[in-house]
């Protein structure tokens, strides 16, 4: 089983702590869990600011891990213990994915492994990790930045991208989809790393007057359907489903839709060998035009570009 190690150095912020470890133990396959979570610390307990946590192993953990999260630390300029830099710099050797999480990146910066490398961190910190490491090309207007067994990523909700995206790559947008709807992302993410991004529809409240008509849709999404249709579906009438619509999920029919097409056009790309024209087909775009369009908008990337990408 693949093991994530997730390193908590002392002011470790929470947020950033608890991030990786709720979305990869939550992850399932058909078969059980796809991840083994460890935490590890320097010492016996460690000051996470409101309270204090004891990690589960000290920092021999990361010697098996197949890949190690760096939360960031409420002081990222704090002086790193040499033998974290030393450990880090040994799993990096031996193949271990390494990624940041905000200011985490100015923990795997202070490894030496960034440099040369384009990488991101929290916007309001991408000045000062510039300035402290110069050699490295620091991007903040990016959620966050795959450089293959290197990655970083911004503050906050960006963690939970690079997270899913490190599942996607790992075990297919199925999984992936699956750990965004327990995270209830939300519909779409800007930024320069969006064609990585899984897009899924954010889940309704349970029982909602929306919830039968969206998995109709999902269901139906290859159907030439009108707005009229779903809102007859729905028993409502438009002006009342596109209202819905915006107060539920904060978008349109139309555009949820579009969106469930897209979806199942990425797993198709990602499990046959068809092609693009005929998904394009399968899935519901009346033209491979109108299609290839369409998903460049929503994933950032084309058809073929991303089955070259992600196929698995």
Not at 164 to 186: E, F, T
Not at 201 to 213: D, F, H, I, K, N
Not at 244 to 252: A, I, K, N, P, S
């Amino acid at each position: 089983m693949h093991t994530v190690a997730v390193l908590a150095l002392d002011q470790v912020i929470p947020f950033d702590l608890a991030t990786p470890i709720e979305v990869f133990t939550r992850t399932r396959l058909p078969d059980g869990p796809a991840y083994r979570v460890v935490v590890c610390g320097t010492t016996p307990t460690v000051d996470a600011g409101a309270f204090t946590l004891s990690p589960e192993c000290g920092l021999e953990g990361l010697a098996d891990a197949d890949t190690i999260i760096l939360p960031g630390c409420a002081d990222a300029t704090a002086p790193i213990p040499g033998d974290v830099l030393a450990a880090l710099r040994r799993a990096a050797a031996r193949g271990a994915r390494i990624a940041s999480i905000c200011s985490g990146a100015f923990v795997l910066a202070a490894t030496g492994l960034l440099d040369g490398l384009r990488a991101t961190t929290h916007w309001a910190a991408a000045p000062a990790l510039a300035a402290r490491h110069p050699e490295i090309d620091v991007d903040p207007d990016v959620l966050y930045v795959d450089n293959g067994l290197l990655l970083t990523s911004a503050g906050a909700a960006a963690g939970l991208d690079l997270c899913l995206h490190l599942i996607r790559r790992d075990h297919g947008s199925a999984a992936a989809a699956h750990a965004a709807r327990l995270s209830v992302m939300p519909l779409e993410r800007e930024g320069g790393q969006a064609q990585f991004i899984v897009h899924d529809q954010p889940p309704t409240p349970s029982g909602s007057a929306l919830e039968p008509v969206l998995r109709w849709l999902d269901d139906n999404a290859e159907r030439d359907l009108t707005l009229e249709d779903i809102a007859a579906r729905a028993g409502m009438s438009t002006r009342t489903l596109n209202r819905r619509f915006r107060e539920q999920t904060g978008t349109t029919p139309r555009q949820w839709l579009l969106r469930a097409r897209v979806r199942r056009a990425q797993h198709l790309l990602e499990a046959t060998s068809h092609p693009v024209e005929r998904i394009a087909s399968q899935v519901g775009f009346g033209s491979p035009t109108a299609f290839r369009d369409r998903f460049k908008r929503v994933v950032g990337t084309s058809p073929h570009a991303y089955r070259a990408a992600f196929r698995r």
